[in-house]
């Protein structure tokens, strides 16, 4: 069993910033990716970012197996629930519960 925790979501006023993070934890035999995806009501979930393992630290800790978000220059249209998504090895996928972004004043 794969659980993935979300934090770092709330409502933030446009122009602003938010940090989104995602911890992976449970029976990971190894990881091939993690990222972030979103989806407004009505509409298909999408990608926003997406990083192999042996990636950029800034994003992401596999060592921890950690993936980070960080939206800078907030808008409207950004409002979400956003997704920690994982891809293991065996091409398996996992799911985080979501967490709501709210960009608004």
């Known amino acids: 069993q794969v659980q993935l925790v979300e934090s770092g979501g709330g409502l933030v006023q446009p122009g602003g910033s938010l940090r989104l993070s995602c911890a992976a934890s449970?029976?990971?035999?190894?990881?091939?990716?993690m990222g972030w995806y979103r989806q407004t009501p009505g509409k298909q979930r999408e990608m926003v970012a997406t990083?192999?393992?042996?990636?950029s630290t800034n994003y992401a800790d596999f060592a921890k197996n950690t993936v980070y978000l960080q939206m800078n220059n907030l808008k409207p249209q950004d409002t979400a629930v956003y997704y920690c998504?994982?891809?293991?090895?065996?091409?398996?996928?996992?799911w985080g519960q979501g967490t709501q972004v709210t960009v608004s004043s």
């Open positions: 998504h994982l891809l293991a090895t065996t091409s398996i996928n996992y």
């Open positions: 449970g029976s990971i035999f190894s990881i091939y990716a």
């Open positions: 990083i192999t393992s042996g990636g």
